[in-house]
């Protein structure tokens, strides 16, 4: 089962952010209620928790001691919901998201997940890391950008730092490893698009292009090959989660991601923040969509969820302030 060594390593670094960095809590989509909620009459829930256990035994040390089932579950546990409780206080913690794309990664093949891992300090995001194990060279790009792509080859490891610009390189099939071939790092950077007919566009897999505002100004077509005009915008399919979206605008491969946010559905921290730091470094802008910076100390308590107005914008900058202007005009 490909959830085992994904596991493991996500496991592994959960156990080195504690060892290196025991004083900085983390914030995290997943915790062990899935495991312990799970069937006892299948077992399933011990299964996969004896696997993950054997899978990191030879690589997670632990005083000396075996790793128990419990050890499992407490560093799955680090970034739950009932973990930690923030106040009004700037803070530094870390934001984890294990998988990003749970849907597509669960179906296998060729599912663009993505691992992220931001640290925030003071509201700001610091430094960001995340993984597209599928992520190849024809992911969303037609022939002539193939030599665009800032990582080519299959998997990404995306990197950015503030300050420092965001880079970028190629994965080998094995999580975590890298080539010698193509063992060079790239910087990234967003397209120069300033045309918004002639951007290219990206939103969720949950939502439509009529449920955007600019869907008032423009048609969309997925076609590469259409003929576009003034009342035409390319639509770029992307399966999965948010953060491959950011990976898509920070490496020129997108120029714009749209979000609409929705009732009854909460827009959460991992799902942006890792995206956030790439995408600026890389020279884009992020902002709701009333062009205010997303806020990620608005949940003052558990620093989970973000509450932007009307939904989230992320471009290449040269964008930004047109499109502010443009959803203004036509959000109702």
């Known amino acids: 089962m490909h959830f085992v060594p994904l596991s493991d390593a996500i496991f592994t670094l959960l156990e080195e952010l504690q060892q290196l960095f025991p004083s900085i809590p983390l914030v995290a989509e997943e915790d062990s209620t899935f495991l312990k909620s799970s069937n006892p009459d299948d077992n399933s829930g011990n299964v996969l928790i004896e696997s993950i256990s054997s899978a990191v035994a030879d690589k997670v040390k632990n005083s000396g001691s075996p790793l128990t089932h419990d050890d499992v579950l407490r560093a799955i546990d680090r970034g739950g919901k009932d973990a930690v409780s923030f106040d009004s206080n700037p803070a530094t913690y870390w934001v984890l998201d294990p998988i990003d794309g749970t849907k597509g990664f669960l179906k296998g093949d060729d599912a663009l997940y993505v691992v992220g891992l931001a640290l925030v300090v003071n509201g700001k995001v610091a430094v960001g890391v995340m993984g597209c194990p599928n992520w190849t060279n024809g992911t969303t790009a037609n022939k002539k950008e193939e030599n665009l792509d800032p990582c080519p080859g299959n998997g990404i490891l995306m990197v950015s730092h503030v300050c420092c610009g965001t880079w970028s390189r190629h994965l080998s099939p094995e999580i975590g490893q890298f080539t010698t071939a193509q063992d060079v790092w790239k910087r990234c950077f967003v397209d120069a698009c300033s045309v918004v007919h ?73 799902d942006h923040a890792v995206g956030m730091i790439c995408v600026q470094e890389a020279g884009g802008q992020i902002s709701d969509w009333s062009g205010e910076p997303l806020d990620l100390a608005a949940d003052l308590t558990g620093r989970r969820i973000l509450y932007p107005s009307g939904g989230v914008l992320v471009t290449n900058g040269a964008l930004h302030d047109k499109l502010v202007e443009l959803i203004s005009a036509n959000y109702k």
């Open 198 to 270: 002639m951007a290219r566009f990206c939103i969720p897999d949950s939502q439509t292009w009529n449920m955007i505002p600019l869907s008032v100004l423009f048609d969309s077509t997925t076609d590469e090959s259409d003929t576009r005009d003034e009342n035409k915008i390319l639509l770029r399919y992307a399966c999965c989660g948010s953060l491959c979206k950011y990976i898509m605008v920070a490496s020129g491969r997108a120029s714009v991601f749209f979000s609409r946010a929705r009732v009854n559905t909460q827009i959460k921290a991992w």
